[in-house]
């Protein structure tokens, strides 16, 4: 198993008490939402495989998905920003709406106005983020398998929307879905004419 203690101490100096860790997944692929989410962990859970969920296997994954699912003493919230949205207001705003509506929906508190602090590559350093980049990931990658099978042969269910050679192909052999975001191939295929 990992060992992940660092995470905890990094959480554990800031003060456990109202502490709240939020993540996004999804921002660079060509199809799909970005999806967020915002974790609340009790002191002493057990995550054994936890970490940057990036670093983690997708059975770690699952398996650490479930465990904090599964728990009563772990408070989430799950957001989406929809590809339509990030073509309306670009990728950085739509990950601000994801995580402001996965924020909402733990709290139940539109817009309640709460201080927070950027963690950069916060998934490593802490358990609150890694546990919500692991929520935020597994959501988000189930539902690209969900949407491969509405949209057979652009591989969602292995590349999850990202831009793998059997992607470009399925685009190229079947053109866009509503599900693609507009703005990411219209800066790829001005990249190729450049």
């Not at 057990?46 to 408070?75: H, Q, W």
């Not at 929520?135 to 949407?147: F, G, I, N, P």
Request: proline share 5%; hydrophobic share 35%.
């Amino acid at each position: 198993m990992t060992d992940n203690r660092f995470l905890w101490e990094y959480d554990e100096a800031l003060g456990f008490e109202g502490l709240c860790g939020i993540d996004e997944v999804g921002r660079g692929p060509l199809a799909g939402p970005v999806c967020a989410a915002c974790v609340v962990l009790p002191q002493g859970l057990i995550l054994p495989a936890l970490n940057d969920s990036k670093k983690m296997t997708e059975k770690r994954r699952e398996e650490t998905y479930a465990l904090l699912t599964g728990c009563p003493e772990v408070f989430y919230g799950i957001g989406f920003a929809t590809q339509q949205e990030i073509d309306d207001i670009n990728i950085l705003q739509a990950t601000f709406l994801a995580m402001r509506r996965a924020c909402d929906e733990l709290l139940g508190k539109p817009g309640l106005p709460l201080p927070t602090q950027l963690v950069i590559k916060g998934d490593g350093t802490s358990a609150h983020i890694a546990a919500a980049s692991v929520l935020a990931k597994v959501t988000r990658d189930r539902l690209m398998t969900e949407y491969a099978k509405e949209y057979p042969g652009y591989g969602w269910e292995k590349n999850k929307g990202y831009g793998s050679g059997e992607h470009y192909e399925g685009i190229a052999r079947y053109g866009i879905t509503p599900l693609h975001r507009r703005s990411f191939l219209k800066n790829l295929t001005e990249k190729h004419h450049d």
